[in-house]
């Protein structure tokens, strides 16, 4: 009997040793939740030219944006955006958003993630005597160039401007963020 318990805890002894980990805790974790703030620069198709119609443009809007995105966990994120598009305006034609949303990466991979968005809001342009509900659908892509820095290498979103005429602006971004948490 006494030779079969040294026999069993010879052979279990060793199996529990390769099962065990060296660490119980991690050595290092990441916070769940950042905040990051950032600039950007946008290009636009306005979808109004002037005739009460919703119409492609002779020409593109630019304009400069602010940016934030907080991230809560890994697939719980929001984003918030204003944009003022006020460079090369036909027949001075000009568009501002401002909204906010939800944000799902896809997968990050060496640095780089895409993501979807779905963002809520107002938009307003020299065209209109009030403010128009809006709904932006979008997606980019992400480059974590350092642990506080990541460059917005591209971002387009499509838009729904609830207004008569219905409008459909959209465009694409850069931009680079700091992570301030």
Do not use: C
């Amino acid at each position: 009997m006494r030779r079969l318990l040294i026999l069993a805890l010879f052979f279990l002894f060793p199996a529990a040793a390769v099962t065990a980990h060296a660490q119980v805790a991690p050595a290092a974790t990441r916070n769940a939740m950042s905040l990051s703030a950032g600039a950007e620069g946008s290009v636009f198709q306005p979808d109004y030219a002037d005739q009460g119609i919703a119409q492609t443009s002779p020409n593109r809007l630019y304009g400069v944006g602010a940016y934030a995105d907080f991230r809560i966990s890994r697939w719980v994120q929001l984003e918030g955006e204003g944009r003022w598009l006020r460079f090369n305006e036909y027949k001075g034609i000009n568009e501002d958003s401002y909204m906010v949303g939800p944000r799902v990466p896809v997968h990050t991979f060496h640095g780089w993630t895409p993501y979807g968005k779905v963002l809520f809001g107002l938009g307003t342009g020299s065209f209109l005597t009030g403010t128009a509900g809006t709904i932006a659908f979008g997606g980019g892509v992400d480059y974590r160039l350092t642990r506080k820095l990541t460059v917005r290498a591209f971002d387009f979103e499509y838009q729904y401007w609830h207004v008569t005429p219905t409008l459909w602006p959209y465009g694409g971004s850069a931009g680079i963020s700091y992570t301030i948490f």
